[in-house]
């Protein structure tokens, strides 16, 4: 290790100041942490434009939360005096400017997970870098609330594949992406953020000088290539029978968030079987649907029905990579009755969007009880029971929700 002198970093800050910004970014991604830090106290005391520029660009490059954290307090320091970085421009249209141009690489293999009961999974990307070794980006998209985490780190392939093995060996069930398509799920994740009006991770800057950005997201998902819309068109049944998926272990726990609003309605429908006063028309079922049509429309906002929409079409995917087609059909299926464009179904005639609306309004009830059974309990029963009677009137296929979990 090579002791810090202040001959050092006066070599440091001497070499930052003359590089062109590609090398310089070499150069602080390979500087010694004591160095660097160094280094940026002295650039904040300097009232040179190039200073700024070079602490601006430490928080896009620099993978140390400390030292980014160090050089935006130089910076603050600088532009408290009036000296501003020069702003970042780019050629007419939009175009990346050159320098960043040339720094970007080609994703070369791409992973993803399944998706978590929120709607979160991870996405990994791997890229060669020029100089040696390659670039990690390990990213977490929400389909409802966007790209929420990103950091991209410098590393080697054999302590990449180390971690890769460790994360494939937890929880969940990870599948290869073809690597342009991972790009456009991050795009679609940054769109997703920008619609919610929610902020980027800090990171997001350095991954697409990096790796670069999709021009848009996925013009369709992939399990279309090997399930077309119509075929499911043709297969009715594949929508019937799309609750038997909760069975799956990528769809444990999924449920639909209802707002607290409604726990005491859920409460009474609850105890609707053990009224003495059954009104008709009002039958328990009855209530049970209607319920469930309230939850819909206080829950299912353009966001969180598309993103669920995509959930499936992706999980879809995942069924398709590890041999279960006829899962990855009945997800589809589930999808296309969630598109509006297709003529989306009204949530409480759809059966699986109905069942993860009962479990999200069966979370609401806790450990409410009606009589010896809880409330939760008596809910799903009576959705069930709803279900059945609906599609004894339309078709001769019965499904139950019957791997729904019920939260304890």
């Known amino acids: 290790m090579t002791e810090t002198t202040p001959q050092t970093i006066n070599n440091l800050v001497a070499a930052l100041l003359e590089a062109v910004p590609s090398v310089r970014a070499e150069l602080l991604r390979a500087a010694d942490q004591a160095e660097l830090s160094a280094a940026l106290q002295t650039l904040g005391h300097r009232r040179e434009v190039a200073a700024a520029e070079i602490l601006a660009q430490v928080d896009s490059v620099v993978e140390d939360r400390a030292l980014r954290k160090a ?8 532009r408290s005096i ?10 007419v249209g939009d175009e990346p400017a050159p320098e960043s141009r ?5 994703v070369s293999e791409a992973w993803s997970t399944d998706f978590d009961p929120s709607g979160a999974r991870a996405v990994w990307q791997v890229a060669a870098r020029p100089l040696g070794g390659i670039w990690l980006a390990m990213s977490v998209l929400n389909d409802s609330l966007g790209l929420q985490e990103l950091s991209l780190v410098e590393t080697t392939r054999k302590r990449f594949q180390r971690e890769y093995e460790a994360a494939r060996s937890g929880v969940g069930t990870w599948v290869n ?15 997703v953020s920008r619609e919610a009006g929610a902020g980027l991770p800090t990171r997001y800057q350095a991954f697409r000088d990096a790796l670069g950005e999709a021009d848009g997201p996925p013009e369709r998902a992939l399990i279309y290539d090997t399930i077309s819309p119509v075929e499911i068109n043709f297969n009715p049944a594949w929508l019937d029978d799309s609750t038997l998926l909760v069975a799956e272990p990528e769809l444990a726990g999924w449920y639909v968030p209802v707002p607290s609003e409604l726990r005491a309605r859920a409460l009474e ?3 609707a079987p053990s009224s003495g006063l059954l009104v008709p028309g009002h039958e328990p079922e009855q209530q049970a649907l209607q319920l469930i049509a309230e939850a819909a429309r206080a829950s299912l906002t353009p966001i969180v029905r598309r993103g669920l929409r995509r959930r499936l079409e992706e999980t879809g995917y995942i069924f398709l990579q590890t041999d279960r087609l006829h899962q990855a059909r009945l997800a589809v299926a589930a999808a296309r009755g969630l598109d509006d464009a297709s ?3 009204p949530p409480e005639r759809h059966p699986l969007l109905r069942a993860l609306l009962t479990a999200g309004l069966a979370r609401l009830t806790g450990t409410e009880m009606v009589g010896s059974h809880r409330a939760s309990e008596v809910l799903l029963e009576l959705v069930e029971r709803a279900g059945g009677q609906q599609q004894s009137q339309g078709s001769s296929v019965e499904t139950r929700p019957s791997g729904l979990i019920v939260p304890r």
């Not at 050089?71 to 600088?78: F, K, P, T, Y």
């Not at 992406?177 to 769109?191: G, N």
Request: charged share 25%; proline share 14%; aromatic share 2%.
């Open 71 to 78: 050089a935006r307090r130089e910076l603050h320091r600088l």
């Open 82 to 91: 009036g000296v501003e970085p020069p702003p970042v421009t780019s050629p």
């Open 102 to 106: 040339s720094r970007v690489v080609a």
């Open 177 to 191: 992406l073809p690597p342009e398509y991972s790009l456009r799920l991050i795009r679609e994740a940054v769109d």
């Open 269 to 271: 429908v609850a105890h």
């Open 343 to 345: 003529g989306g179904l």
